[in-house]
């Protein structure tokens, strides 16, 4: 599975952005999309997640309400709309992959990383 990421750039603080996640390869072995953010000297943290086979989401607290997980079947690909952007979501966005069935918080359940998109958000 290969995933890119794609996306990112410098919005002003209220502003919006879109991430997308293309998705190519053994595309049957993953049922959970996720997007990961890491901001400096921090860990990598979920922010929000998909899951394919029943279109069940998560989002983090600190995004909910500001932020749309969703998906393009035919694309193979999640995007990730972010709304009211704030200085605090400022960080290397990550999208990845598992074959769980189910969402899972933990980078380590996930065996498949896109490149990362840096999102930076200006006061």
């Known amino acids: 599975v290969q995933l890119q990421a794609s996306g990112g750039g410098l919005v002003q603080a209220g502003g919006s952005l879109r991430l997308s996640c293309a998705a190519s390869?053994?595309?049957?072995?993953?049922?959970?999309m996720a997007w990961f953010r890491q901001a400096p000297g921090k860990e990598r943290d979920i922010v929000a997640a998909?899951?394919?086979?029943?279109?069940?989401?998560y989002y983090a607290g600190s995004v909910k309400g500001r932020f749309t997980i969703s998906r393009d079947n035919a694309k193979n690909t999640v995007y990730l709309q972010m709304d009211s952007l704030r200085p605090e979501d400022t960080a290397v966005y990550y999208c990845?992959?598992?074959?769980?069935?189910?969402?899972?918080?933990?980078?380590?359940?996930?065996?498949?990383w896109g490149q990362g998109t840096q999102v930076t958000v200006s006061s």
């Open positions: 998909l899951s394919w086979s029943d279109a069940n989401t």
């Open positions: 990845a992959t598992t074959s769980y069935a189910s969402i899972r918080f933990s980078i380590r359940d996930y065996g498949y």
């Open positions: 390869g053994r595309t049957f072995s993953w049922s959970v």
